[in-house]
């Protein structure tokens, strides 16, 4: 089965500072990668996905990933961190065939200090 | 971008009672909606893949008549809690995929539930 891991419950940068969130996949196949975010008593919006080309994939609000098959690993980042990116974001994988479900990591909550 | 809208956004019901929650994909056709639970600072669980014009898909432990889905149309999707218990409040978000092939799932801004 497919999955995907967030090691850190947590990551905390300072604004004006790079960030990054890491995201590990487990998969049979090629790996359809998504990345999310959640503000609070929100659903999830979408930031970017990795289907197929570009192992750097670029997406809303200055968002980043990078796709790394030998470490299968899709980190999001993002050059210079906002207060206002302070969030949940999610890692998700696709489950399965002709696109059905999505199997989302534990989550990272993302600090971003003034 | 594609929309989808959840109402209520919050509700409260006494034990025993059942509760609906809609779905609706705003802007866009949806044969395939999702419906997950979080539960607090944990990850989305899915709970049911709905179908239009058929019988849901439930994931394993998901209780299929306590959790009824109804996929009428290809904008509107339900999920009644039935007989709601305290550990079914929860945070119910619905998602819809939209038939353009672009592979995302667009979500619900999600339907606060809780039991009393």
């Known amino acids: 089965a497919q999955s995907v891991a967030q090691p850190e419950d947590q990551v905390n940068v300072a604004e004006g500072n790079p960030l990054t969130v890491k995201c590990t996949y487990s998969?049979?196949?090629?790996?359809?990668l998504f990345w999310y975010v959640q503000y609070p008593n929100r659903g999830l919006q979408f930031l970017l996905k990795y289907i197929t080309g570009d192992n750097l994939v670029k997406g809303s609000y200055g968002f980043e990933a990078e796709f790394n098959k030998s470490q299968t690993s899709f980190h999001l980042k993002k050059p210079s961190a906002l207060v206002s990116d302070s969030a949940l974001y999610f890692c998700a994988v696709r489950d399965g065939w002709g696109f059905q479900k999505l199997v989302f990591g534990t989550g990272t909550r993302l600090l971003v200090s003034p | 971008g594609a929309v989808v809208s959840q109402h209520p956004s919050r509700v409260i019901c006494k034990s025993g009672t059942s509760v609906k929650i809609e779905c609706r994909s705003l802007?866009?056709?949806?044969?395939?909606m999702f419906w997950y639970r979080q539960f607090p600072k944990k990850s989305l669980m899915l709970m049911a893949t709905?179908?239009?014009?058929?019988?849901?898909?439930?994931e394993q432990g998901v209780e299929k008549d306590k959790f009824l889905i109804n996929h009428a149309s290809l904008t509107l999707s339900t999920l009644t809690v039935t007989s709601a218990h305290p550990e079914d409040s929860s945070f119910y978000i619905c998602?819809?995929?939209?038939?353009?092939?672009?592979?995302?799932?667009?979500f619900g801004p999600g339907t606060r539930l809780t039991v009393t």
């Open positions: 802007d866009f056709q949806a044969t395939t």
């Open positions: 998602s819809a995929k939209s038939e353009r092939g672009t592979y995302e799932q667009y």
């Open positions: 709905s179908n239009e014009g058929s019988k849901a898909t439930y």
């Open positions: 998969v049979s196949g090629n790996p359809y």
